[in-house]
């Protein structure tokens, strides 16, 4: 049986783009595990299976449910440990380094350059929510915070520094192979990738090399995603 993830969806069930699902779409893709994706929205919590904290993804193992994509990978490392996702204590932890190094220093900028974009491809019945849950974090209306994504994509490409020195370097983050710190950061850019055409590279950079690799792999996993179709306002 295969394994099944509750997966964030826009207006379009096959629009999926939440950075932390596409970590565990990629880590079973890795593990060559089939997987099951059930679409989900931010109005939909009542629907997902309990115990659970109202958040996806959140994989259904048989009878076991397992929440955060952190601990889903490492579920997955324990429960099936065919093609590790960590070769190793040190690899894992390393890896853990990038998962906080890309949620606190890329995710905020990548919000800043496309939550308008992820607001327009949502299902109605999720727009609300967003927009008003987004603007209090933020402090600002989401056409303010778009205003600014040109100085924000400059400030991005200062962040991303280390990763830009690390991959030109090696081919991955995880050296020769890719691995789930690579899974983790492309996560971050398959959320910028589905829901806006704003696009936060430069052809030359290696980011972008590397990121063409990551699209490419598991017969073009990511490459088929379906992107945000909503037309720009």
């Not at 115990?51 to 490492?74: M, Q």
């Not at 994509?153 to 890719?178: E, H, K, N, W, Y």
């Amino acid at each position: 049986m295969a394994l099944k993830m509750f997966d964030l969806a826009g207006a379009h069930e096959r629009h999926r783009f939440s950075p932390y699902c596409w970590r565990v779409r990629l880590a079973c893709a890795h593990k060559g595990l089939a997987l099951d994706t059930v679409p989900w929205r931010f109005a939909d919590k009542a629907q997902l299976p309990t115990p659970n904290e109202g958040t996806v993804p959140l994989l259904v193992d048989d009878d076991r449910i397992v929440s955060d994509s952190w601990k889903i990978a490492e579920y997955l490392d324990a429960r099936y440990p065919r093609m590790p996702l960590f070769e190793g204590t040190q690899a894992k932890s390393q890896a853990l380094f990038i998962k906080f190094w890309s949620e606190r220093a890329l995710h905020p900028l990548i919000s800043s350059m496309v939550l308008k974009d992820v607001w327009l491809g949502l299902h109605e019945k999720d727009k609300d929510y967003f927009r008003v849950s987004r603007e209090k974090r933020f402090g600002k209306t989401l056409e303010e915070i778009e205003a600014n994504r040109e100085e924000t994509r400059v400030r991005f490409s200062q962040a991303i520094d280390p990763l830009r020195a690390t991959l030109t370097s090696q081919t991955f983050l995880s050296g020769t192979a890719p691995g789930h710190a690579d899974h983790i950061v492309f996560g971050t850019f398959m959320w910028a990738r589905c829901t806006s055409n704003f696009e936060v590279l430069e052809e030359s950079d290696p980011v972008w090399v590397w990121r063409e690799k990551m699209l490419g792999l598991h017969d073009g996993l990511a490459l088929k995603a379906q992107r945000n179709t909503a037309p720009a306002q």
